[in-house]
């Protein structure tokens, strides 16, 4: 019978989100393609340093160990690398115990047909291109930040899974963090007051929480190995718009910050997150100081409209 990848929580990842490869994209930007891949060949048994996702996955991975859980998450490698020079890859995932099999080598083309293909919830790289385009097809991703920056071994290494979120333009859309751009606070304030009923429309990590959601259903209360949190800038009156959205989205959240321009850095430290998820360049490399985080793109103008219905259908599907 034919592997399939249905009812299950699809994780692709980049070999730069996976491991520090700093030093190698260095030699390759400098370089060029040629002297890469004969660095990669000459050091093929050096094992590669963890990067900025590598704990994440390493968590998930673990969530097939657990008890009816065996097969709930797929991770694949997806890579514009060309196959030769997959070695040195396979010998660190091997190194590090991570069950990972499966794995796409593009040589240099575009990865979105491959992720549509493996029916992808989240895809981690440093290549903006490959995130964008997954964004703008209805697809959570992140481009990882901090490159090389950081040494994220063993901090991160928990036994429970810690995501979090920013709200605006990651979890909810952008249409009330508009408001806030053109008019101002106080109109950003008086619009959410008005529409505290009205649910917000979905970002594009509504359906990646809501499968993390409903993973965490599938545990006992307080056994569950997932935790997640909201990290936003807004505060009251507007906290209460997002607290109904969720309740409509029927999605859990375990901690909730509405630090009203507090800066996010300490909260996300105190929390442990193993990946933080923010829209804004400057807030995500300042979370990058502490804890592992990624950068969500905007939607590209041509599909955001298409895109918004796009992602509340596929959260309809999961529900």
Request: proline fraction near 3%; aromatic fraction near 10%.
């Amino acid at each position: 019978m034919a592997f399939t990848l249905e009812n299950r929580l699809v994780i692709g990842v980049s070999t730069r989100a996976l491991f520090d490869l700093s030093v190698e994209n260095r030699i390759f930007e400098e370089q060029g393609v040629e002297a890469y891949s004969a660095y990669q060949k000459e050091h093929e048994d050096e094992i590669l340093r963890p990067g900025p996702g590598f704990f994440l996955i390493k968590s998930l991975l673990r969530l097939n160990m657990s008890p009816g859980q065996e097969s709930r998450v797929e991770v694949i490698l997806m890579s514009r690398n060309n196959p030769d020079i997959s070695l040195r890859i396979f010998h660190s995932i091997e190194y590090y115990g991570l069950q990972i099999t499966r794995a796409v080598f593009s040589s240099g083309a575009s990865l979105l047909p491959y992720l549509s293909a493996f029916r992808t919830d989240l895809y981690l790289s440093a290549c903006e291109e490959d995130v964008q385009a997954a964004i703008d097809a209805g697809i959570a991703g992140g481009v990882i930040c901090g490159e090389g920056m950081h040494d994220y071994t063993g901090r991160y290494d928990s036994e429970q899974i810690r995501v979090a979120f920013d709200g605006d333009a990651v979890l909810f859309s952008d249409e009330a963090e508009q408001i806030y751009v053109s008019q101002g606070l106080q109109a950003f304030e008086n619009n959410e007051k008005e529409k505290a009923s009205l649910p917000l429309h979905a970002g594009p990590f509504a359906r990646f929480l809501k499968l993390l959601s409903d993973l965490q259903k599938e545990f006992d209360g307080g056994s569950a190995p997932i935790r997640t949190a909201l990290v936003t800038a807004r505060c009251a009156p507007a906290h209460e718009r997002v607290i109904r959205t969720l309740r409509s989205w029927d999605v859990r959240i375990d901690e909730a910050f509405f630090l009203g321009g507090i800066t996010k850095r300490e909260v996300l430290s105190a929390f442990g997150a193993q990946i933080f998820f923010d829209d804004q360049a400057l807030h995500a490399s300042l979370a990058a100081e502490v804890v592992p985080a990624a950068r969500v793109p905007l939607r590209s103008r041509e599909g955001k409209s298409s895109n918004i219905y796009r992602l509340e259908r596929r959260i309809n599907e999961v529900s």
